[in-house]
């Protein structure tokens, strides 16, 4: 991939998940930092969508703006670090076809399920067991 396709691949993950607008000239200059630096659009993409998850639990979210997020290297690769951490332990949602899935499977009680499977016993056997001790 050439340098000129990862500047674009970027900027595309960014504008994609961020929902900003921006021309991707305006912003080379970031973009061309981290690629510098090793990193891939790959990169951008999961710290921008942990930036998106962050702001929905926080009161003051953080804006999607470029400079701010890519300006500083090492704050950057702090952040991509705890981004990365999220993206591995995070769950996907749910497809229609699994929330469907989960609908119609019974809900089996553990306690319920041991004693369906016990052979049925009659009251003579139990009371037999009792008088035995």
Not at 48 to 65: D, G, I, M, Q
Not at 84 to 102: E, G, S
């Amino acid at each position: 991939m050439t340098t000129q396709e990862a500047v674009a691949a970027m900027h595309a993950a960014f504008n994609r998940i961020s929902g900003v607008e921006s021309r991707p000239w305006a912003y080379d200059r970031f973009w061309f930092e981290l690629i510098k630096h090793g990193y891939a659009a790959r990169d951008v993409e999961i710290f921008c969508l942990w930036v998106k998850h962050e702001n929905e639990w926080k009161s003051r979210p953080r804006t999607f703006h470029i400079p701010r997020m890519f300006g500083d290297l090492a704050e950057f690769d702090a952040d991509l670090s705890l981004a990365r951490a999220w993206a591995r332990n995070r769950r996907l949602p749910l497809t229609a076809r699994d929330t469907a899935l989960q609908e119609l499977r019974p809900v089996v009680d553990p306690e319920l399920e041991k004693a369906r499977l016990r052979p049925a016993q009659s009251a003579g056997q139990v009371l037999a067991k009792i008088l035995r001790g």
